[in-house]
């Protein structure tokens, strides 16, 4: 069965830097890729969709790539509010499936 | 603007039954799947079940299937997940999700989820 890999369950970025988050399958560029971020005691929320696409309201430092093995979340310029779980996203015939999430850390 | 609005989450017994509600409102609820996605403490998203806008289609995940039955009220906006045999493993926020089936599945908006706790 396909399964989506969040190598890093926690990744830390300095104020006003680049942050990486990454999500791994085998053949994954072959799939749109989703991602939500989810606050402490909140409901997730669709932050990207179709590899790039920003739903409304998404700020532009988020953005992201897919091909090959590896889907790519990258916030350019995190801010305090961005901390929180990231989850990758895609549907595969007829099953959703979840990455197991990174903890994004803004020191 | 989009609202879902869950209810009916509690507390059960091992092998019991609960039915969640999720009223929707916002959008033309009739034209779009549904879902139910839960996440168990600490844990990330599972998905749960879908069911296409009319109710005919209706999708399960492996754990669930034979003991969940999802269905909406298209006339009262209301997604329903009937949850029986219930386990430990099902203790869970539960969440209502409007889902996007435009060139894939994802899940536009999110309810703010309701809890089940199955203990004895």
């Known amino acids: 069965s396909f399964e989506l890999t969040q190598t890093h369950s926690s990744v830390s970025v300095a104020l006003g830097q680049t942050a990486t988050i990454t999500c791994e399958a085998d053949?994954?560029?072959?799939?749109?890729v989703q991602w939500y971020q989810q606050k402490p005691a909140q409901a997730p929320i669709l932050i990207m969709y179709?590899?790039?696409r920003r739903p409304s309201g998404i700020p532009e430092r988020f953005s992201g790539s897919n091909s090959g093995q590896m889907a790519t979340l990258t916030i350019s310029g995190a801010q305090a509010g961005d901390e929180a779980d990231y989850y990758c996203?895609?549907?595969?015939?007829?099953?959703?499936?979840f990455g197991g999430g990174t903890k994004l850390t803004v020191l | 603007e989009v609202q879902l609005l869950e209810s009916g989450g509690g507390v059960v017994q091992p092998g019991g039954s609960l039915r969640l509600s999720c009223a929707a409102s916002?959008?033309?609820?009739?034209?779009?799947?549904m879902s139910w996605v839960r996440q168990a403490p600490g844990k990330g998203p599972q998905w749960v079940s879908a069911?296409?806008?009319?109710?005919?289609?209706?999708y399960y995940a492996d754990s669930v299937k034979g003991r969940f039955t999802i269905s909406r009220d298209n006339s009262k906006s209301t997604l329903y997940l009937e949850m029986h045999s219930l386990r430990a493993e099902d203790t869970a926020v539960y969440y209502c999700?409007?889902?996007?089936?435009?060139?894939?599945?994802?899940?536009?908006?999110w309810g703010h989820g309701t809890l089940v706790t199955v203990s004895s």
């Open positions: 916002g959008f033309n609820f009739g034209d779009d799947v």
């Open positions: 999700a409007k889902v996007n089936t435009l060139n894939s599945f994802f899940f536009d908006y």
């Open positions: 069911i296409s806008g009319g109710g005919e289609k209706r």
């Open positions: 179709w590899d790039s």
């Open positions: 996203q895609v549907w595969d015939f007829t099953t959703v499936i």
């Open positions: 053949r994954i560029g072959s799939k749109n």
